[in-house]
T-cell receptor, first 111, second 116 residues
Framework: GNSVTQMEGPVTLSEEAFLTINCTYT??????LFWYVQYPGEGLQLLLK?????DKGSNKGFEATYRKETTSFHLEKGSVQVSDSAVYFC??????????FGAGTRLFVKA | NAGVTQTPKFRVLKTGQSMTLLCAQD?????MYWYRQDPGMGLRLIHY???????AKGEVPDGYNVSRLKKQNFLLGLESAAPSQTSVYFC???????????????FGDGTRLSIL
């Protein structure tokens, strides 16, 4: 069946460090891939998305590239800020209307 | 821009009490979902709806009921609350037609429910 696996957290970084959160997926068909972010006390919000192979989603300095050959959608940011501290969820939707979410990765950024 | 609105935001119940959580969306979305989020468990789908008048079970439907009498509203009911239902509940909606969508979900801010 369809599934999403993302790296366990928490991830702790200093401000201005480089961020990578790994995400791999298993899916039939041609999924659309998403990264969502959840700030404390809030619901999930879409951070970026990619709908086909080799697409790069980007937003607020974050990027992720849809790699079909490695079934991956790793999230990267060149220089994190304290305000990026949150939980990040990788997700996919394919051939239907149910979204499959990863378990989430908590990021702490220290000043 | 209201988006997805959940009420109430917080609630404390005693074991055995009943309550209804309301989700309202103003984006004319067809699909709506109820999730629960527990520490270390990620998001788990409780029930969902693919259109007005329809509902279906998700991964963890036991102890919950839902109704979608109007397209914009999706209600989650707990008939007899149990401590195991202490959680944060999120509603979400998604645009789409038919039985397929590749669109992202829009989430409410959650309802924090404690069952004593």
């Amino acid at each position: 069946g369809n599934s999403v696996t993302q790296m366990e957290g928490p991830v702790t970084l200093s401000e201005e460090a480089f961020l990578t959160i790994n995400c791999t997926y298993t899916a039939t068909g041609y999924p659309s891939l998403f990264w969502y972010v959840q700030y404390p006390g809030e619901g999930l919000q879409l951070l970026l998305k990619a709908t086909k192979a080799d697409d790069k989603g980007s937003n607020k300095g974050f990027e992720a590239t849809y790699r079909k050959e490695t079934t991956s959608f790793h999230l990267e940011k060149g220089s994190v800020q304290v305000s990026d501290s949150a939980v990040y969820f990788c997700a996919l939707i394919t051939g239907g209307f149910k979204t499959i979410f990863g378990a989430g990765t908590r990021l702490f950024v220290k000043a | 821009n209201a988006g997805v609105t959940q009420t109430p935001k917080f609630r404390v119940l005693k074991t055995g009490q009943s309550m209804t959580l309301l989700c309202a969306q103003d984006m004319n979305h067809e699909y709506m979902y109820w999730y629960r989020q527990d520490p270390g468990m990620g998001l788990r789908l409780i029930h969902y709806s693919v259109g007005e008048g329809t509902t279906a079970k998700g991964e963890v439907p036991d102890g919950y009921n839902v109704s979608r009498l109007k397209k914009q509203n999706f209600l989650l009911g707990l008939e007899s609350a149990a401590p195991s239902q202490t959680s944060v509940y999120f509603c979400a909606s998604i645009a789409g037609t038919g039985l397929f969508s590749n669109q992202p979900q829009h989430f409410g801010d959650g309802t924090r429910l404690s069952i004593l």
